[in-house]
């Protein structure tokens, strides 16, 4: 459906994006997730035809652009739904719904799919947040739009908001079987909407994935710390596989380990969640501080011998500061493993 | 991505014929005689001297009245407000005529009344007029610092053990000094230029002066005079350009409750004022009308002072929109309005003496309705683009991509959401420079092509022959454009915050 081959987007002379690969299928959501100013929304730009590519080529459908073969805006057929929402000032919810839309069916259709129909006369400055930002979806979708673009959708609304729209909007992009790219900077929303999620920084696009693989199996630190928390934990590779200072556990798979490892070393990426702690006077840490979070508790243990380390359980495991408790890895599934790092 | 660029064209081309003027005076002044038989020693001393007289008047009425109507339980105060900024929109030269006429042996006052009062001429007399139109600058830039000052502050000083008059003295007043300089500073600016009062009243300042030269021939020594007060306004614009305003967020705004006595006062004080620079004209030219009706009045003058100024602002408004565009756009566009607006700083006359010598080079130009159109575009154009600058940066670089994203093409997203938002700046604009054509005076008595009177200029020329009963119609009809224009600028602020919040 799409596909972006080795783009480059420069402005003046702050190079923004290079050697971006990305493709996405029929019907398929693509998360872009990212620090700010790392280029994710540059892409869109790209993609929608705001920005001109200094390189590369963007295939949408049939249409192929690149440096020197442009496809203005109006003729991709590209879906933006921008971060301030963009919604014309002067025109009611209805008609920017039906900006270039004959069909009064069809704007009443998508008014009615996200729940507008008592503001289809309403001014956008008399809307709250959420409401414009379920305009400006319609708005695209109305247009039958071969792609959808977000760029950051749900970073003007405030939170209680942002949980319950993120799913609306991408059970409204799955109904209309669209596909899209859905720029974002928080990581929570990238791995939960995203089909397949890709991590940018400056620039440049680290690792394209399912959430699930680019969140347990990521391939640079980078990846590994921007998706969530964790520690990377020294490693020795040994017959059967990488031993952690925590424990006699098998972290990590051996193939992988020997693609990396130097002089019998690895680090081992471990997540809050990959630890589990128990109260034991033998035990091999003790406990900093702990926070309670609702659900879980968050610990900080130092180990008698090693760094220190934070895990999260359940609520119920209730340990005090200082206290000696005994810390095992968890994980069943292998944990990422990077080179050494330079000590 | 191409109309910037053509905005920036047209900017530097905008740019370059507002400062085309100033290098015609250049041009025209070499060689020009320099002995004014220590003439100039006189003009540049009245000049100054009406500056600073009008200056310090505006600022020890202005700040006061700004004080009273921004912080104080004085009931209706926005109706004073409203009242007490009235004079801003009176042209000076209404006001000069009026106390010129109404005062000294044989005036007005002493026909109607039997009083005898003394003439209002010279520079006292100019500094009293300038100040009753021109201290509503004041009151408007030291209001709007005031509004920004956090209430809580003079109480913290009164708890301290200062009295009221001490804590605005000492915590107040050091906080607003920069909006005081902003308004004495476009004081001066008004008062260097402005023309009408010290002819009028009969001070030989430099606007009088360039005219005495034009009349006797002198062009080249009008040029050099221009000059010379051009260096003075542009010494006003540097210090204006340096005086910068701090911004606060008021915690909670200070409120001054007014003992009888003193509201009392202040009342009356304010009922003088506003009856010396709106009611005292008004009932000279009222009277006029009443003795000697409106049967010489030619109904004609009516068109011929709207005429250009319909062209003007048609003119204004289509060499604006480039302007504001690239001003909306970047920092060149931003300079170049900057340039593009100094027209506003330049007096009516000098502009006036810089388009006749253009004239007479460019024989096509020569006393045509063109070039006091050009007059006016250079000189108003400012106010187009601050209209519609405001509603230019409404058109956000988004709402035009999601218009072409949605399928629309350039010219249809254009059509359709740049045109309907840039639209009420327009008409806005329009109507500002409108206003303010038809009541302009130096430049439309310099440039208009012959036999062509305008309400300004038969005001004018009814002073010089002194048959004052013929001005009651043109000099009411001009007040009356005035009210008009006061109600547009009063209700400029609120419609576009209407606007913006629907």
């Known amino acids: 459906m799409l596909a972006i081959r080795d783009l480059t987007v420069r402005y003046r002379d702050r190079v923004a994006v290079e050697h971006f690969d990305l493709s996405v299928d029929a019907g398929e959501i693509v998360t872009l997730v990212g620090p700010t100013g790392c280029g994710k929304s540059s892409v869109l730009r790209a993609v929608a035809g705001l920005e001109r590519p200094a390189a590369g080529q963007i295939r949408i459908g049939e249409l192929t652009i690149d440096a020197r073969h442009d496809v203005p805006p109006e003729r991709r057929r590209t879906g933006l739904v921008f971060q301030d929402f963009a919604l014309f000032p002067h025109l009611s919810v ?23 129909e008592s503001h289809r006369d309403a001014m956008p400055a008399t809307l709250s947040g959420g409401q414009k930002q379920r305009v400006a979806l319609a708005r695209a979708l109305a247009h039958a739009p071969a792609l959808v673009l977000l760029d950051e959708p749900l970073s003007n609304l405030d939170a209680a ?55 347990r199996a990521p391939t640079t630190r980078f990846v590994a710390r921007f998706l969530g928390d964790g520690v990377f934990l020294r490693g020795r590779l040994s017959d059967g596989g990488v031993q952690t ?46 926070r309670y979070e609702g659900e879980t508790r968050l610990y900080a243990i130092r180990l ?5 380390l934070q895990a999260r359980v359940s609520h119920e495991v209730r340990l005090a500061e200082g206290q000696t408790v005994q810390t095992r890895i968890s994980a069943r599934h292998a944990l990422a493993l990077f080179g050494p790092a330079e000590a | ?37 220590g003439q100039t020693t006189a003009i540049v001393a009245n000049t100054l001297g009406l500056t600073a007289l009008t200056v310090l008047g505006a600022v020890l009425v202005g700040v006061p009245m700004a004080l009273v109507t921004a912080h104080t339980d004085l009931p209706g105060r926005h109706v004073w407000l409203a009242l007490l900024a009235a004079p801003l929109a009176v042209p000076s030269y209404i006001g000069a005529f009026a106390y010129f006429a109404a005062f000294g042996p044989g005036g007005e006052v002493e026909t109607l009344t039997g009083l005898a009062t003394p003439p209002i001429r010279g520079l006292g007399g100019a500094a009293l007029v300038m100040t009753l139109y021109t201290y509503p600058f004041v009151l408007l830039t030291t209001r709007a610092s005031l509004r920004q000052l956090d209430g809580s502050l003079v109480d913290a000083a009164r708890s301290l053990g200062l009295p009221l008059g001490a804590a605005l003295w000492r915590v107040v007043l050091p906080r607003v000094r920069s909006g005081i300089a902003a308004g004495a500073l476009l004081v001066a600016l008004y008062t260097l230029s402005d023309f009408a009062t010290p002819a009028i009243l009969r001070l030989d300042t430099f606007t009088r002066i360039i005219y005495v030269e034009y009349n006797a021939f002198g062009l080249d020594r009008a040029a050099l005079l221009s000059l010379q007060l051009l260096v003075l306004v542009a010494v006003v614009l540097v210090l204006e350009s340096r005086v910068g305003v701090e911004r606060e967020t008021p915690q909670r705004r200070l409120e001054i409750s007014l003992r009888a006595g003193v509201r009392t006062g202040l009342t009356a004080i304010m009922v003088l004022v506003l009856a010396a620079a709106l009611a005292l004209p008004a009932m000279v030219f009222g009277a006029w009308l009443w003795r000697d009706g409106a049967g010489g009045f030619d109904p004609m003058l009516v068109w011929n002072s709207a005429y250009p100024a319909l062209l003007a602002a048609g003119a204004a408004v289509l060499v604006a929109l480039p302007v504001a565009q690239a001003a909306a756009a970047g920092t060149a566009g931003r300079w170049l309005e900057r340039i593009a607006t100094l027209g506003f700083g330049i007096p009516g006359i000098v502009m006036g003496t810089a388009l006749v010598y253009v004239g007479l080079q460019l024989d096509f130009l020569y006393q045509t309705l063109t070039l006091l159109v050009i007059g006016y575009v250079l000189r108003f154009l400012p106010l187009a683009v601050g209209a519609i600058r405001t509603s230019v940066a409404r058109v956000d670089a988004n709402l035009i991509g999601a218009a072409r994203s949605l399928g629309a093409p350039p010219l249809e997203a254009f059509r359709r959401v740049s045109l309907p938002l840039i639209l009420p700046g327009v008409v806005a604009g329009g109507a500002l420079v409108f206003l303010e054509a038809m009541r302009e005076l130096p430049a439309t008595l310099l440039l208009r092509p012959t036999g062509l009177e305008t309400l300004t200029t038969e005001l004018w020329q009814v002073y010089e022959a002194g048959y004052f009963g013929r001005a009651a119609m043109p000099g009411l009809l001009l007040i009356a454009v005035s009210a008009v224009a006061l109600v547009f600028m009063l209700s400029g602020e609120d419609r576009l915050t209407r606007r913006g919040s629907h």
């Not at chain 1, 209805?94 to 998508?110: E, K, L, Q, T």
């Not at chain 1, 008698?304 to 220190?308: A, F, I, L, T, V």
């Not at chain 2, 920036?8 to 002995?35: E, F, M, R, T, W």
């Open chain 1, 94 to 116: 209805a008609r920017n719904i039906g900006f270039r839309v004959s069909d009064p069916a069809v704007v009443d259709h998508w008014i009615a799919a996200l729940g507008l």
């Open chain 1, 161 to 215: 908001l942002k949980a319950s729209l993120r799913w609306q909007i991408r059970d409204a992009l799955k109904a209309a079987g669209v596909p899209a790219i859905w720029v974002t900077h928080d990581q929570d929303e990238a791995l939960s909407v995203g089909d397949r999620v890709g991590v940018m920084n400056a620039g440049r696009l680290e690792q394209v994935g399912e959430p699930e693989q680019c969140y």
């Open chain 1, 245 to 290: 200072v925590v424990d006699r556990s098998v972290v990590g798979d051996v193939d992988a380990a020997r693609r990396v490892a130097r002089s019998g070393e690895v680090d081992v990426l471990v997540r809050p969640h990959d630890l589990d702690l128990e109260p034991d006077e033998r035990g091999n840490a003790r406990v900093v501080w702990g």
């Open chain 2, 1 to 37: 991505m191409s109309r910037p660029a053509f905005s920036l064209i047209a900017s530097v081309l905008v740019a370059l014929a507002v400062l085309a003027p100033i290098g015609v005076l250049v041009n025209l002044s070499v060689g020009a005689d320099l002995d004014l038989g």
């Open chain 1, 304 to 308: 008698h011998e090693g760094p220190e």
